[in-house]
Nanobody
């Protein structure tokens, strides 16, 4: 199993970024997937999740209305479109596989290496 994030970078407040997570080594379409972020000196924060069945999406209150999670099962890729970025969105962003489907970070069994997002003027 391998998860490889990309798309991070430095952006000014109000800007946008699109993160990607390329999955391999498992049947991507069969698993719920999530994005988790960790800011310097803080614990991991769940950001968003997408179901495998009906494609339902879920968001943390801190990003609701600004971030959009999506998946392309044909390309085995998970995405996170981030708009109206704020300095407090600065963090290392990870994609993770959720084998249980309950959205609990401690149950995620595979994680990518992370991609850095920095929002600063």
């Amino acid at each position: 199993v391998q998860l490889v994030e990309s798309g991070g970078g430095m952006v000014q407040p109000g800007g946008s970024l699109r993160l990607s997570c390329a999955a391999s080594g498992f049947t991507f379409s069969s698993y719920d997937m999530s994005w988790v972020r960790q800011a310097p000196g803080k614990g991991p924060e769940w950001v968003s999740a997408i179901n495998t069945g009906d494609g339902s999406t879920y968001y943390a209150d801190s990003v609701k209305g600004r971030f959009t999670i999506s998946r392309d099962n044909a390309k085995n890729t998970l995405y996170l479109q981030m708009n109206s970025l704020k300095p407090e969105d600065t963090a290392l962003y990870y994609c993770a596989r959720d084998p249980v489907g309950a959205g609990r970070i401690y149950e995620y069994d595979y994680w990518g290496q992370g991609t850095q997002v920095t929002v600063s003027s």
